[in-house]
């Protein structure tokens, strides 16, 4: 099947406003017509924005996750009935693994599927030396498409004549619409933006994002997605769906454990799990499962409500103990020790390790992960691991194990570990990805039939 209109917005570098433009686009796009949103790189907040947007899961593409072929395979299966595809960048569009590669990075995204790039520039107090930036970015990597320029953070109608004139005339790259510089801010915490959960009414929310982006000429946008060539692309899944195995595994989302890739979820579906989700942090109990699969999130700021739900505590307690899976990713794991201690205060958690997670001012852990499992991971024993990290939090005392996977590249628990044990239970700061790690679906199943048995 042939791939359908697409188009990249990346950005000249961080906080040039992809995200809000990025959504903005698509909420507008959507009204009539089925849009796709893609994010790459390894995040979750920006893709619950473009689903707000779209009221349709956004996908993360990752070249430092997946080879080209099953990014193109996941890209392929989940545009199979859109209508366009918009897939916003991650930090400056070359930016990626290293210093000179493509890994990791948007342009490398944009070649791979073989997509047009709008280019979102920061132009405050910018004219000439906004075409400067431009033409810099266009001669880096003639094989980058860059089809249009987005100013940002325009001033006024004067400077918007100049800046637009300068960049069309210098460079031969059309701006394709302006913002005005904005007073508001969206709300942000320590790991970035609030959640959609948070952020307030969501349909507030796109109205005004559609707002700030109305200056841009989505028409002209609609062209330019066209443009992009022919591609054949596959459309069946990315995992090998297998038989029910009559196995529950228990998924909590809500404000707390909000960070899942939709692939993870999809990946236990296909390894024949039926998933269930739940929400602790409104009081809601553990359903009756065979194994728990937690993300991360924010345990920590709604830590006295986690704390005042022993039916989820001492549930997941009590599955660990009777052999159950129960598999924790950087929140997830906070909510399995002792306890979590922030804001100066200390909230009891499911007891499950020995130890107390503890919010630091300083960032502990962001970076792309390598680690490879050791021979006590009942999971992936042996397996090379590549994940991302990004938390605020330690754990105190450091346990002494065992852990189930040496860390490579990353922080990791400490002393080069991460992935802390016991029984049937393990809670990480990794977030894997179910196509980055193939048998991460599979082994979740049949270590959650194992402990049934």
């Given at each position: 099947?042939?791939?359908?209109?697409?188009?990249?917005?990346?950005?000249?570098?961080?906080?040039?406003?992809?995200?809000?433009?990025?959504?903005?686009?698509?909420?507008?796009?959507?009204?009539?017509?089925?849009?796709?949103?893609?994010?790459?790189?390894?995040?979750?907040?920006?893709?619950m924005y473009h689903a707000a947007a779209t009221d349709r899961p956004s996908r993360n593409l990752d070249s430092f996750f997946m080879d080209?072929?099953?990014?193109?395979?996941?890209?392929?299966?989940?545009?199979?009935?859109?209508?366009?595809?918009?897939?916003?960048?991650?930090?400056?569009?070359?930016?990626?693994?290293?210093?000179?590669?493509?890994?990791?990075?948007?342009?490398?995204?944009?070649?791979?599927?073989?997509?047009?790039?709008?280019?979102?520039?920061?132009?405050?107090?910018?004219?000439?030396?906004?075409?400067?930036?431009?033409?810099?970015?266009?001669?880096?990597?003639?094989?980058?498409?860059?089809?249009?320029?987005?100013?940002?953070?325009?001033?006024?109608?004067?400077?918007?004549?100049?800046?637009?004139?300068?960049?069309?005339?210098?460079?031969?790259?059309?701006?394709?619409?302006?913002?005005?510089?904005?007073?508001?801010?969206?709300?942000?915490?320590?790991?970035?933006?609030?959640?959609?959960?948070?952020?307030?009414?969501?349909?507030?929310?796109?109205?005004?994002?559609?707002?700030?982006?109305?200056?841009?000429?989505?028409?002209?946008?609609?062209?330019?997605?066209?443009?992009?060539?022919?591609?054949?692309?596959?459309?069946?899944?990315?995992?090998?769906?297998?038989?029910?195995?009559?196995?529950?595994?228990?998924?909590?989302?809500?404000?707390?454990?909000?960070?899942?890739?939709?692939?993870?979820?999809?990946?236990?579906?296909?390894?024949?799990?039926?998933?269930?989700?739940?929400?602790?942090?409104?009081?809601?109990?553990?359903?009756?499962?065979?194994?728990?699969?937690?993300?991360?999130?924010?345990?920590?700021?709604?830590?006295?409500?986690?704390?005042?739900?022993?039916?989820?505590?001492?549930?997941?307690?009590?599955?660990?103990?009777?052999?159950?899976?129960?598999?924790?990713?950087?929140?997830?794991?906070?909510?399995?020790?002792?306890?979590?201690?922030?804001?100066?205060?200390?909230?009891?958690?499911?007891?499950?390790?020995?130890?107390?997670?503890?919010?630091?001012?300083?960032?502990?852990?962001?970076?792309?992960?390598?680690?490879?499992?050791?021979?006590?991971?009942?999971?992936?024993?042996?397996?090379?691991?590549?994940?991302?990290?990004?938390?605020?939090?330690?754990?105190?005392?450091?346990?002494?194990?065992?852990?189930?996977?040496?860390?490579?590249?990353?922080?990791?628990?400490?002393?080069?570990?991460?992935?802390?044990?016991?029984?049937?239970?393990?809670?990480?700061?990794?977030?894997?990805?179910?196509?980055?790690?193939?048998?991460?679906?599979?082994?979740?199943?049949?270590?959650?039939?194992?402990?049934?048995?």
């Amino acid at each position: 099947m042939s791939a359908p209109p697409r188009l990249v917005i990346a950005g000249a570098g961080s906080g040039v406003g992809k995200t809000v433009i990025a959504t903005g686009l698509m909420s507008r796009l959507s009204r009539d017509r089925r849009v796709q949103g893609y994010k790459v790189g390894p995040d979750f907040i920006d893709p619950m924005y473009h689903a707000a947007a779209t009221d349709r899961p956004s996908r993360n593409l990752d070249s430092f996750f997946m080879d080209r072929g099953t990014l193109i395979n996941l890209f392929g299966w989940s545009s199979r009935d859109a209508d366009l595809a918009v897939v916003e960048g991650v930090r400056g569009l070359y930016d990626g693994l290293t210093a000179t590669g493509d890994t990791g990075s948007t342009a490398e995204i944009a070649k791979f599927i073989r997509a047009p790039v709008v280019l979102v520039v920061n132009a405050r107090s910018l004219a000439k030396s906004a075409a400067a930036h431009v033409l810099g970015f266009k001669m880096l990597d003639p094989g980058v498409n860059i089809e249009a320029v987005i100013l940002n953070n325009i001033s006024g109608d004067r400077h918007r004549r100049k800046a637009v004139e300068a960049v069309e005339s210098l460079t031969g790259i059309e701006v394709v619409g302006t913002i005005e510089r904005q007073r508001e801010r969206l709300p942000e915490r320590h790991l970035g933006l609030m959640t959609m959960d948070e952020a307030g009414d969501a349909g507030a929310l796109m109205r005004r994002m559609e707002e700030l982006v109305a200056d841009v000429d989505v028409g002209r946008l609609m062209e330019i997605a066209r443009s992009a060539p022919q591609m054949e692309m596959p459309t069946a899944p990315p995992f090998e769906v297998q038989e029910a195995k009559g196995i529950t595994m228990a998924v909590p989302r809500d404000r707390s454990f909000c960070f899942y890739y939709q692939e993870n979820l999809e990946a236990l579906r296909a390894a024949g799990a039926e998933v269930v989700t739940f929400r602790p942090t409104d009081g809601e109990g553990l359903p009756d499962c065979d194994g728990v699969y937690m993300g991360g999130g924010y345990p920590e700021v709604h830590a006295e409500r986690l704390a005042s739900n022993g039916d989820f505590l001492d549930g997941l307690r009590q599955l660990s103990e009777d052999g159950g899976l129960v598999n924790g990713e950087c929140g997830g794991m906070m909510a399995m020790c002792r306890s979590i201690s922030a804001f100066g205060r200390e909230h009891r958690m499911a007891g499950i390790f020995d130890a107390r997670a503890t919010l630091t001012p300083d960032r502990q852990g962001l970076a792309y992960v390598e680690a490879k499992g050791t021979g006590d991971n009942f999971l992936f024993p042996g397996t090379d691991i590549r994940a991302h990290e990004f938390h605020y939090s330690k754990l105190e005392p450091l346990p002494p194990g065992p852990y189930g996977f040496s860390v490579l590249r990353g922080t990791g628990i400490g002393a080069s570990m991460d992935g802390i044990m016991v029984r049937r239970s393990m809670g990480t700061y990794m977030h894997q990805h179910a196509l980055a790690n193939r048998a991460w679906g599979t082994s979740m199943v049949r270590v959650a039939a194992e402990g049934r048995s």
